[in-house]
């Protein structure tokens, strides 16, 4: 089939074409951008018949990619109890209360719950507890985990389903939080935290393929046509076969319209070699569902003072934060996908652990010139001018997410002092060097919705409570270069620049139409009032307001 869209306010995101007014799509690829002229030529010339499509002079754009995300994760938290937004020990008490009520619950049925966030208490700032859900939750086992998915907290029966007690707790070290007595007190974090909920995960192959064909049609209404996922450790059991053939089999059905390129959080070298043996590879897949990176933890989160930083947290002289690995282990991890020309992608947050991150990237392309994957940070939130400069001078990749900044702002000096806060989040900074940089959300930490992202990228402000504040102003992007980030540098980061991020023949027909022009608003909030008219992936419109 050919069709011609004509008639649009086009922004390609293509240097060499930078703006159109129609093009031509036959089958799932443009193969020809242009004037409506150009188009109708380009049709006449071909001897086509074709179907044609008005755009009724709308902002026309390439399908916009999170370039960090957890999909199944947000699929699966749809049936989780939401602790978003509450303000109070005692209100997420009460959520959890009315979950109870299920009569159908048991010994041996998992309750989980995730979105709190103790910052916004206002009874007590600080996590619950095993004595906040025992209570009310009884044998029920339950896990309620804090908004950044660094913390979570189990009663008294998860801790016993997971064998975590006085005798045991010592060998996860500060991974739990004990009790004077040295008993657990429920609180679980990083590593720990992601084993227990690959262990309880309630995911089987039919419910993995359900939840994942409802959330894609969430993210077609904010205009995302490629999503770059960390999903293995929602598995059951971290079966990443499992995903794979969920993905294989949903695309071969038709029912995968969605691209989704894995970043693969693979902790451990022997699982990463046993990954790698198994035939997975950069690029394995098609372009649907691919491999894109192996996907590596680091250090923990601001929020929750575990981002490990070089230190001591300025409102909490206790602590540094978390490094998850030695350097020399997250050295072998790093030198072993490079080895396979297999990018990493690697969560550190704290400046000591992207300065980790960056010397474990520069060991292996030392020790192991010969292959060159494009290597990236994720969050790359505390930095000073050098750590940036190191960033550009090894060539690794930016994977930012500006929604942060709506809470990080309220935060980031008093974690880690005025200073270094003023050189954070330092977005243009890295885009001026010439650092590849692409936006994500990290939802469902944040919500993947994509204006209020680009929001916080062009303005710098916050988009929660009653004043608006500005964080470093100097850092703003402009529209163009948020754009960019959010398409072209998104293809770049999992390796498919050239075949989609930007509206050019023979590229993959990705695109979607806004509601108003982006590029020419009277004023910045109207960007949160922007909506997607439509979405249309490979050519086939997927969603219409």
Not at 4 to 15: E, P, R, Y
Not at 117 to 138: A, C, S, V, W
Not at 455 to 478: D, F, M, Q
Request: proline share 3%; glycine share 8%; hydrophobic share 35%.
């Amino acid at each position: 089939m050919i069709t011609l869209f004509k008639n649009g306010n086009i922004h390609t995101v293509d240097a060499s074409n930078p703006n159109a007014e129609a093009f031509v799509v036959q089958d799932d690829k443009f193969t020809y951008v242009g004037t409506l002229d150009g188009a109708r030529n380009y049709l006449n010339e071909n001897g086509r018949a074709h179907v044609e499509i008005d755009m009724a002079g709308r902002l026309v754009l390439p399908g916009l990619n999170d370039s960090h995300m957890h999909f199944v994760h947000y699929a699966k938290s749809l049936r989780s109890i939401n602790l978003t937004g509450t303000k109070s020990i005692r209100e997420v008490r009460e959520r959890i209360a009315e979950r109870m009520k299920d009569g159908n619950l048991n010994g041996s049925t998992w309750v989980e719950g995730e979105g709190w966030n103790h910052d916004y208490f206002t009874d007590e700032k600080r996590f619950p507890n095993k004595f906040d859900l025992d209570d009310i939750t009884g044998e029920v086992p339950v896990l309620v985990m804090r908004a950044c998915f660094h913390i979570g907290v189990l009663n008294s029966a998860g801790l016993k389903l997971m064998g975590i007690t006085k005798e045991t707790a010592p060998k996860y070290g500060k991974l739990v939080e004990l009790l004077p007595d040295g008993e657990p007190n429920g609180v679980i974090k990083e590593s720990l935290l992601d084993n227990v909920k690959s262990m309880i995960s309630t995911l089987d192959m039919q419910i993995l393929k359900e939840v994942l064909v409802k959330a894609q049609y969430e993210a077609f209404a904010q205009g995302l046509t490629s999503v770059q996922s960390d999903d293995i450790g929602y598995m059951p059991n971290s079966n990443y076969d499992m995903l794979f053939t969920a993905l294989k089999e949903l695309d071969e059905s038709g029912d995968l319209n969605i691209r989704i390129s894995e970043q693969c959080l693979l902790m451990d070298k022997t699982i990463a070699e046993d990954f790698f043996s198994k035939n997975y590879h950069y690029g394995y897949g098609n372009d649907k569902y691919r491999v894109a990176c192996l996907k590596i933890l680091s250090d923990g989160s601001l929020g929750a003072r575990t981002a490990a930083l070089r230190n001591h947290y300025s409102d909490d002289e206790s602590t540094k934060g978390i490094e998850m690995f030695s350097q020399e282990d997250l050295n072998e991890l790093v030198l072993l996908s490079h080895k396979k020309n297999c990018p990493v992608a690697i969560h550190a947050i704290g400046d000591r652990a992207i300065e980790m991150a960056l010397d474990s990237i520069e060991n292996a392309k030392k020790l192991d010139p010969s292959h060159n994957p494009r290597h990236g940070i994720v969050h790359c939130q505390i930095t000073d001018h050098n750590l940036l400069d190191r960033f550009k001078e090894l060539d690794v990749l930016a994977f930012i997410q500006p929604i942060f900044i709506d809470y990080d702002m309220n935060i980031v000096a008093d974690r880690v002092g005025k200073e270094l806060a003023n050189t954070s989040y330092a977005w243009k900074t890295m885009v001026g060097k010439g650092i590849h940089a692409s936006f994500g959300t990290d939802c469902p930490v944040e919500s993947f919705n994509t204006m209020p992202n680009i929001y916080t990228a062009v303005a710098r402000k916050n988009i929660n409570g009653h004043e608006k504040k500005i964080y470093l102003p100097e850092e703003r992007l402009s529209m163009n270069e948020a754009i960019k980030a959010y398409t072209i540098e998104g293809a770049y980061a999992s390796g498919e620049e050239n075949i989609k991020g930007t509206i050019t023949s023979g590229k993959l027909a990705d695109f979607i139409l806004l509601d108003r022009d982006l590029f020419n608003l009277e004023s910045e909030e109207e960007i949160l009032d922007t909506r997607v008219v439509e979405t249309y992936v490979g050519g086939k419109k997927v969603y219409s307001l």
